[in-house]
């Protein structure tokens, strides 16, 4: 059984940093792409980041600020956001998905496991 739990989520001010992990079990790590999605009050799911055979991609309104890496050895995949502003508050979920190329990675439906989603507050 495959599950992914997110965990690191938090109440930070403006410009400050936080770090979200998730970690994969029941799964070849290493073998698929791993992308973390969020939504926020009202609005739909976006795409924010992935990690996967060819490198990581953001989205452009993180680009700069956030980073994807993972530690294949404990299965974990990582978000570090930094200079966080408040229209980053959402859920933040990761996401897992055979390796694929081209640009679906995108697309939330291109994936075919999900956690159950870490809070993310950035005050004012």
């Known amino acids: 059984q495959v599950q992914l739990v997110e965990s690191g989520g938090g109440l930070v001010q403006a410009g400050g940093s936080l770090r979200l992990s998730c970690a994969v079990s029941?799964?070849?790590?290493?073998?698929?792409?791993m992308g973390w999605f969020r939504q926020a009050p009202g609005k739909t799911r976006e795409f924010v980041a992935i990690i996967n055979w060819s490198g990581d991609y953001y989205a452009d309104s993180v680009k700069g600020r956030f980073t994807v890496s993972s530690d294949n050895a404990k299965n974990t995949v990582y978000l570090q956001m930094n200079s966080l502003k408040p229209e980053d508050t959402a859920v933040y979920y990761c996401?897992?998905?055979?390796?694929?190329?081209?640009?679906?990675?995108?697309?939330?439906?291109?994936?075919?496991?999900w956690g159950q989603g870490t809070q993310v507050t950035v005050s004012s």
């Open positions: 996401a897992s998905r055979p390796q694929s190329s081209g640009r679906a990675y995108v697309t939330g439906a291109s994936y075919d496991y």
């Open positions: 029941g799964r070849a790590f290493s073998s698929y792409d």
